[in-house]
C-alpha cells in the first residue's frame, strides 16, 4: 500500500537556523498538510495545500514557516529560524480528494530537536 | 471554532477485556466527521476507525467501535478483546464537511496501557 514517507526522520539543529522538512505524499493525492505534536500534546494543524498553494493556515504558521511543492512530488516545511519551541514532531499527511469521509494518511514524522 | 475534549488522559485494560474510549466535541455544524486514530510508541498516526455525522448507525471496525450520539455530541470508542498492540496513545478528531476545510480538529489524546 502506498505510504507518505517523510525525511529526516530526526534532525537536530541549532537555534536561529534554517531547517528543511521533507515529506513524498502518495502520489495521486490531492490535498497536503503538515501538522505539529510537540511532546506530550495534542497534533495541531500548520497548514493546508491544494492546487500549489496554502488554502489554510493556523495561527501557528506565520512568517517563519513556509511550504513548497518543488516539483510535483515532494511537499517540503521550511522553517527560516528556528526557536527553542519549534522543537517537537512535524507530521505531513495528504488526502486523496475533498471527500470527508476520506482518511489523512499520515507519514511517519520527522522529530525536530532545536538546540 | 470547533473543539475536541478527551477528559481522560489515561486508561488501563486487562488483556481481553473491553474498555470505552471518551470524546465529546463542539460544533455548530450538523455536517462533519469524526475519527479516532492511534498512535503507537513509533509515533505514527493511524487510522483505527471514522464516522459520517449524517449515518445513524455506528461505525465498526473488528473489535472497534464506536458510539456516537450526536445530539450529545459524544463520540466514544470501544475497543472488545484488547490485545497488548492495542497500547498506545488515541486521538479522537473532528473534520468538518463544509467545503474549504479538510483539516483535522484532535483532542488532547488518551493513553492506553494493556496489562497483560
Known amino acids: 500500500e502506498p505510504e507518505v514517507t517523510q525525511t529526516p526522520s530526526h534532525q537536530v539543529t541549532q537555534m536561529g537556523q534554517e531547517v528543511i522538512l521533507r515529506c513524498v505524499p502518495i502520489?495521486?493525492?490531492?490535498?497536503f498538510y503538515w501538522y505539529r505534536q510537540i511532546l506530550g500534546q495534542k497534533v495541531e494543524f500548520l497548514v493546508s495545500f491544494y492546487n500549489n498553494e496554502i488554502s489554510e493556515k493556523s495561527e501557528i504558521f506565520d512568517d517563519q514557516f513556509s511550504v513548497e511543492r518543488p516539483d510535483g512530488s515532494n511537499f517540503t516545511l521550511k522553517i527560516r529560524s528556528t526557536k527553542l519551541e519549534d522543537s517537537a514532531m512535524y507530521f505531513c499527511?495528504?488526502?486523496?480528494?475533498?471527500?470527508?469521509?476520506?482518511?489523512?494518511?499520515f507519514g511517519n514524522g520527522t522529530r525536530l530537536t532545536v538546540t | 471554532a470547533q473543539t475536541v475534549t478527551q477528559s481522560q488522559p489515561e486508561m488501563s485494560v486487562q488483556e481481553a477485556e473491553t474498555v470505552t474510549l471518551s470524546c465529546t466535541y463542539d460544533?455548530?455544524?450538523?455536517?462533519?466527521?469524526l475519527f479516532w486514530y492511534k498512535q503507537p510508541p513509533s509515533r505514527q498516526m493511524i487510522l483505527v476507525i471514522r464516522q459520517e455525522a449524517y449515518k445513524q448507525q455506528n461505525a465498526t471496525e473488528n473489535r472497534f467501535s464506536v458510539n456516537f450520539q450526536k445530539a450529545a455530541k459524544s463520540f466514544s470508542l470501544k475497543i472488545s478483546d484488547s490485545q497488548l498492540g492495542d497500547a498506545a496513545m488515541y486521538f479522537c478528531?473532528?473534520?468538518?464537511?463544509?467545503?474549504?476545510?479538510?483539516?483535522?480538529?484532535f483532542g488532547k489524546g488518551m493513553k492506553l496501557t494493556v496489562n497483560p
Open positions: 460544533t455548530s455544524e450538523s455536517d462533519y466527521y
Open positions: 499527511a495528504s488526502l486523496p480528494d475533498s471527500l470527508g469521509n476520506s482518511p489523512l494518511h
Open positions: 478528531a473532528y473534520r468538518s464537511a463544509m467545503g474549504g476545510s479538510e483539516k483535522l480538529v
Open positions: 502520489s495521486n493525492h490531492l490535498y
